[in-house]
């Protein structure tokens, strides 16, 4: 099949003629369109193979590649079976957002490869986070084994109040992106790093609530034992990481950018005889040109 990326095909054939169909159905990818699209919201490898497969099913669909570095995806369809709409339909299905490029062609790729959005962004959920984490840790390293632990109720410590509110915000507030993004994946019957985070951090969250909430309850002379500070921990390890991925991308992006702007627009095909004498050259424009060659 033809590369989705580069427009290209390379073909090998015998001298042996061919019939109405059989052209047909050969020339049938080199009649398709090509879109590239801004795409957002992808994590990881998982989320570049879940867009790539969904498109491959559709009708009409040639090829996809979608690339996780800068964010983008290039789609060959046949245009009288689908159209560049409903393939963005589809991949908003997915729980991600598409797009196609607008204003200044150069400049917003640029700011894709740059990753200048979610640089900013997890640097802001990152030390928001931290905020709200250092506190948990220092209640819980100080107060937790205290020997006598002030208790606001029968079965609730100070400790453990204090533990429910800062780790409540953290949830909250570090906590969306994640549950989203694992909301979006499994309502589509797929799983990425962001579905192991939510589940790790809710089944601590939820464990510790409720052991305080039954010791409430029963009237228990002391608080029980709460692992309140492990998802803010996870949440801030993780916010942290994102952090250093998307610098690490947006660096390693910069050499994507000047090849960029060395792509060449045009090119020479030259023809020459046995004599190796050139009889022809065509000056040929556009990204997709076919070459044929009787030795391949």
């Known amino acids: 099949p033809a590369n989705p990326v580069s427009g290209k095909k390379r073909v090998r054939f015998a001298d042996v003629p061919l019939s109405e169909s059989e052209v047909e159905e050969f020339g049938r990818d080199f009649h398709a369109e090509s879109v590239e699209l801004a795409i957002l919201g992808m994590s990881c490898a ?3 193979n879940l867009i790539e497969r969904t498109l491959k099913k559709k009708r009409g669909v040639n090829g996809a590649s979608v690339a996780l570095a800068t964010s983008t995806g290039r789609i060959q369809f046949d245009p009288k079976e689908i159209d560049s709409e409903e393939i963005i339909a589809a991949i908003n299905g997915l729980g991600f957002k598409a797009s196609k490029p607008t204003g200044s062609l150069q400049k917003s790729a640029t700011e894709r490869l ?3 959005a979610q640089i900013k962004k997890w640097r802001r959920t990152f030390f928001v986070t931290l905020l709200f984490t250092l506190p948990t840790l220092f209640v819980s390293i100080l107060l937790k084994n205290h020997c006598n632990p002030t208790l606001v109720l029968n079965g609730l410590s100070l400790h453990n109040l204090f533990l429910f509110l800062l780790c409540t915000v953290v949830q909250i507030f570090t906590g969306r992106y994640f549950y989203v993004s694992a909301f ?3 309502r589509h019957g797929a799983a990425n ?3 192991l985070i939510a589940m790790a951090t809710t089944v601590a969250y939820t464990y510790s609530v ?3 909430i039954h010791a409430m309850c029963v009237q228990k002379p002391l608080s029980p034992v709460t692992f309140f500070e492990t998802p803010a921990m996870l949440f801030a390890f ?3 990481g994102r952090w250093l991925e998307h610098i690490a991308k947006s660096k390693t992006s910069a050499a994507l950018t000047k090849l960029m702007q060395l792509q060449a ?8 005889n046995s004599k190796n004498e050139i009889t022809r050259s065509v000056k040929a424009h556009g ?3 076919l070459l044929f060659s009787q030795r391949e």
């Not at 627009?265 to 020459?272: F, G, L, N, P, S």
Request: charged share 15%; aromatic share 4%.
């Open 287 to 289: 990204q997709a040109t």
């Open 210 to 212: 409720i052991i305080v």
């Open 193 to 195: 790093m962001d579905v």
């Open 265 to 272: 627009t045009e090119a020479v095909i030259v023809e020459m």
């Open 184 to 186: 979006k994946s499994l």
């Open 114 to 116: 740059t990753h200048a």
């Open 238 to 240: 993780v916010s942290f």
């Open 46 to 48: 998982s989320c570049v």
